[in-house]
C-alpha cells in the first residue's frame, strides 16, 4: 500500500484520532498533516504524539483551498494517498455564516482532487499505488422516520448548508472517478464523539457545562435520534476502506448506537454524577430552548455493506464510549483550557 498519505484537517476532532491511530497501527508508513488551524484544529490535539512516531509525521499550516500549499504538498512529500478530513462540520455555524462552509467544504475538496489527478493520472506513476477517501457524514441524506435506515443508495437531500457542502463535495468526488479514473472512495458516518471534540458539539458541550453547573440547552423537546460511533471505531473503518475499499464506492459507516437527544444528555450527567461525585451535577440543569431551523428528526445508517465486504464491526458500545469519553475530558482539563476561548458560548448546542 501507499507509504506517504496526505490527512487533511489533521488537527480537528477526528483527524487527530486519526493521525494517533494511524500511526500506531502502520509503523512502515508516514503521514503528512495539512490543517489550517481555525478555531475547532489546534496542534494541542497532536502534542502527544509518541517521540518514536514523530518522524513519520509531517505537518504543514495551510488552506486546502490552496492549490500552490496542496501542490507543494504533493510535490515536496510524493504523496500517494489521501485522507480529507478538512471540512467546516457545525451544523449551527453554517445557518449562521454558509460561504465558509461552502468554500472550505466544496473548493477545498475540488483543490485535493484536481491536485490528484495532476500528479496521479497526468504523470508516469502506477495509478494502482494511489487512493483517495473522501470523509463525508450521513447528514447528506437528510432525515429519517420512525423506522429504516440509511443505504449507500438512499438519495441525497440535505438540509442545512453544512449537509448541503458535504453532498456536493461528494459528488464531485464521484465525478471525479466516474469522469478521470481517479482512485475515490467516499465513508459516511454517523455522529462521532470521543477525545479531542470541540466543545461546540453536543457532548463535549454538555461535559463542559455540566462541570461548571451551568445550563444544559437541549434542542426542541430532545427526542432528536442520532445514531452514535466512537471516534477510534470510526478510525478504523477509515483504516479498512483505504486498504480494502473498491475505488468508486461509498461506504456508511454507524455505531449501531440510537438514542434521543435528551436520553444521551441524561446520560451523561450520571457518568459525571457518579465520576465526579458533585452531586451539584443533576437533570436539573437541562433547559429546552428553540429548536434549530431545519433539524433533522433522525439519522441512522446501515453498516451492512462494510461490514459484508470488508468485515468491519463497532467494538465500542455507546455507554462503554460514553465512560471513556467523559474520564478523557476529567483527565484532560488542560487541554480545555487551552482550546476554550469563549467561541464555543456563542452557541447554544448541537448534535
Known amino acids: 500500500m501507499t507509504a506517504h498519505i496526505l490527512v487533511t484537517g489533521c488537527a480537528g476532532f477526528i483527524g487527530s484520532n486519526f493521525i494517533y491511530y494511524y500511526l500506531e497501527e502502520h509503523p512502515d508508513r508516514t503521514l503528512i498533516g495539512l490543517d489550517k488551524l481555525t478555531y475547532a484544529g489546534n496542534l494541542d490535539n497532536l502534542a502527544k504524539i509518541p517521540g518514536q512516531q514523530k518522524d513519520r509525521f509531517h505537518f504543514i499550516r495551510g488552506d486546502v483551498c490552496d492549490s500552490e500549499i496542496v501542490e507543494r504538498a504533493f510535490r515536496d512529500f510524493d504523496i500517494n494517498g489521501v485522507i480529507h478530513f478538512a471540512a467546516e462540520s457545525h451544523v449551527d455555524r453554517s445557518i449562521l455564516d454558509p460561504q465558509v462552509f461552502l468554500k472550505s467544504n466544496i473548493l477545498g475538496t475540488f483543490v485535493l482532487l484536481d491536485t490528484a489527478r495532476k500528479f496521479w493520472l497526468e504523470g508516469k506513476d502506477d495509478p494502482k499505488r494511489h487512493r483517495f477517501v473522501q470523509i463525508s457524514t450521513d447528514e447528506v441524506y437528510g432525515s429519517l422516520g420512525p423506522d429504516g435506515y440509511f443505504r449507500e443508495d438512499s438519495p441525497l437531500d440535505p438540509h442545512s448548508p453544512y449537509s448541503a457542502s458535504k453532498a456536493s463535495a461528494d459528488l464531485l468526488a464521484s465525478s471525479y472517478h466516474v469522469t478521470f479514473g481517479l482512485p475515490v472512495m467516499i465513508t459516511r458516518c454517523s455522529n462521532n464523539y470521543g477525545p479531542y471534540q470541540f466543545p461546540e458539539k453536543l457532548i463535549p458541550l454538555i461535559i463542559t457545562k455540566a462541570l461548571h453547573h451551568q445550563t444544559l440547552p437541549v434542542y426542541g423537546d430532545g427526542k432528536q435520534i442520532r445514531d452514535w460511533l466512537f471516534v477510534r471505531d470510526h478510525c478504523r473503518a477509515i483504516d479498512m476502506v483505504y486498504?480494502?475499499?473498491?475505488?468508486?464506492?461509498?461506504?456508511?459507516?454507524?455505531?449501531?448506537?440510537?438514542?434521543?437527544?435528551?436520553?444521551?444528555?441524561?446520560?451523561?450527567?450520571?457518568?459525571?454524577?457518579?465520576?465526579?461525585?458533585?452531586?451539584?451535577?443533576?437533570?436539573?440543569?437541562?433547559?429546552?430552548?428553540?429548536?434549530?431551523?431545519?433539524?433533522?428528526?433522525?439519522?441512522?445508517?446501515?453498516?451492512?455493506?462494510?461490514?459484508?465486504?470488508?468485515?468491519?464491526?463497532?467494538?465500542?458500545?455507546?455507554?462503554?464510549?460514553?465512560?471513556?469519553?467523559?474520564?478523557?475530558?476529567?483527565?484532560?482539563?488542560?487541554?480545555?483550557?487551552?482550546?476554550?476561548?469563549?467561541?464555543?458560548?456563542?452557541?447554544?448546542?448541537?448534535?
Request: hydrophobic fraction near 30%; avoid cysteine.
Open 243 to 351: 486498504q480494502q475499499g473498491i475505488p468508486g464506492e461509498v461506504y456508511n459507516i454507524g455505531g449501531n448506537n440510537e438514542r434521543k437527544n435528551i436520553d444521551l444528555v441524561r446520560t451523561i450527567i450520571s457518568i459525571l454524577n457518579r465520576e465526579t461525585g458533585d452531586q451539584g451535577i443533576t437533570d436539573d440543569l437541562i433547559r429546552y430552548v428553540d429548536d434549530r431551523p431545519g433539524h433533522d428528526r433522525r439519522y441512522a445508517i446501515d453498516s451492512s455493506k462494510i461490514r459484508r465486504d470488508l468485515g468491519w464491526m463497532p467494538e465500542i458500545s455507546l455507554d462503554d464510549g460514553l465512560e471513556r469519553t467523559v474520564r478523557w475530558y476529567l483527565d484532560n482539563e488542560g487541554w480545555f483550557r487551552r482550546i476554550i476561548s469563549g467561541e464555543h458560548a456563542k452557541l447554544r448546542t448541537s448534535d
